[in-house]
């Protein structure tokens, strides 16, 4: 069994590299958790393991993870029904746009037009598989 994936991202690059990871993962809006007092988003979702797909392995396997950002000030959605918990998105990429320094906005897209945007103090994700 290949060993448990585990990345921080503190940039921009090192968002890109989050971003690659988590490309095609699929999330259910009820394992979206906004902790506002904490100023943390954690997402389950379940990610490709591309690390295996690039070995030449035929069948795709999914992998549990966890994504987490810190020190959010605040998250908006665009087209997450949140009535329907169980609803099924497909997450196409993560980006991040730098504000005043070093803060800025990260916003994950998701197949068929949804997306949150999280406005951050400053960039920290962290994603780890479970």
């Known amino acids: 069994m290949a060993p448990q994936l585990k990345l921080i991202a503190l940039d921009e690059d090192d968002l890109a590299v989050i971003s690659t990871h988590v490309q095609d993962a699929r999330v259910r809006i009820c394992d979206i958790i906004w902790r506002q007092g904490d100023k943390r988003l954690v997402i389950g979702m379940s990610r490709l393991d591309w690390e295996q797909t690039l070995a030449g392995e035929t069948a795709p396997r999914r992998l ?64 780890t598989d479970l």
């Open 64 to 127: 549990a993870a966890a994504l987490r950002f810190d020190r959010v000030l605040s998250l908006k959605s665009r087209n997450i029904d949140l009535a329907a918990p169980q609803t099924l998105l497909e997450l196409v990429g993560i980006e991040f746009s730098a504000d005043t320094a070093p803060g800025g906005s990260a916003l994950l897209l998701f197949s068929g037009g949804a997306a949150l945007r999280l406005d951050v103090e400053c960039l920290e994700c962290e994603l």
